[in-house]
């Protein structure tokens, strides 16, 4: 049983779009919006145990209740975390390809002749 309702959901998505909502579209939407939310719940508390264990080892006593904070960076992996995982394969070996033209050319000293010491 879902406890989010299905009118304020319709609303949100009516604003930005200009055609018919679907009410199975909206159902998907809400299951989204729900899983979202347990995924970043779970996280929260991961960080929001790793903050308290920081603070003991600071001195600092323990925090009781959840913050925004805890929530804004629970969030914030959730969804980087999605968006860098489907940017496809990415090899962790390719580095700056940009810098292969500069790697042999020095830049700081001219060449020079030892007789004349004159630029070349």
């Not at 299905?6 to 679907?22: Q, T, V």
């Not at 929260?44 to 323990?62: A, D, M, T, V």
């Not at 060449?111 to 010491?117: P, Q, S």
Request: aromatic share 4%.
């Amino acid at each position: 049983m879902s406890s989010l309702p299905l009118k304020p959901i319709r609303d949100l998505l009516a604003r930005d779009c200009p055609f018919h909502i679907s009410d199975t579209a909206i159902v998907a939407l809400r299951d989204a919006l729900e899983s979202i939310i347990h995924q970043v719940g779970h996280e929260s508390l991961e960080q929001f145990e790793r903050l308290n264990s920081n603070r003991k080892r600071q001195g600092l006593r323990r925090l009781k209740r959840l913050n925004a904070w805890v929530i804004e960076k629970a969030a914030q992996k959730i969804i980087n975390g999605s968006a860098i995982s489907s940017m496809g394969s990415q090899p962790a070996m390719i580095g700056n390809l940009g810098d292969i033209v500069h790697k042999y050319e020095n830049v700081t000293k001219p060449n020079t002749t030892d007789d004349l010491m004159e630029v070349v």
